[in-house]
């Protein structure tokens, strides 16, 4: 296995192939940094607000819990970072107004993709995010 590595990185090489890194966007956390620092609530009624960031998961549920992020600006100083469960639909517009129904925390750990707020918006809750005409 030892000698197999340096023949499979000279293959590479002499093929030409590119191995770069992606930069990370100004204000953007790498996945995990600062959760640790959020804020759970779990709320007993619907939450009415506006989406400003949407990102869906990149893992399809099934061996491990895994959740779309919404940030949803709820009021005036208030934007809440919602946490769907498995959410494969059709990606959430920003601007559009939603509705939030509370869902239950999970027990474990959820995989969760970075949003460009990770360590500012503490606030979290698990919800279902429907479109409100």
């Known amino acids: 296995m030892k000698i197999l590595t340096p023949i499979l990185m000279l293959l ?3 093929s030409g192939v590119e ?7 100004s204000g ?6 600062c959760k640790h620092e959020w804020v759970y609530r779990e709320y007993s009624a ?6 400003v960031f949407y990102e869906p998961t990149a ?14 600006k709820t009021g005036p100083l208030d934007t809440i970072r919602v946490l769907d469960l498995c959410y494969m639909g059709d990606p959430i517009p920003i601007g559009v107004t939603v ?3 509370p869902v239950k925390a999970p027990g474990g750990e ?6 460009p707020y990770t360590c500012s918006i503490k606030t ?3 919800g279902t995010v429907k479109s409100t005409p």
Do not use: E, H, M, Y
């Open 12 to 14: 590479l090489v002499a």
């Open 124 to 126: 979290t809750c698990f």
């Open 28 to 33: 953007v956390s790498v996945q995990g940094d």
């Open 46 to 51: 619907p939450v009415r607000g506006k989406v």
């Open 19 to 25: 191995c770069r890194t992606a930069p990370i966007a």
């Open 59 to 72: 893992d399809l549920c099934g061996l491990f819990p895994t959740a779309s992020v919404t940030l949803v």
């Open 110 to 115: 959820v995989d969760v993709p970075a949003d």
């Open 99 to 101: 509705t939030i129904q």
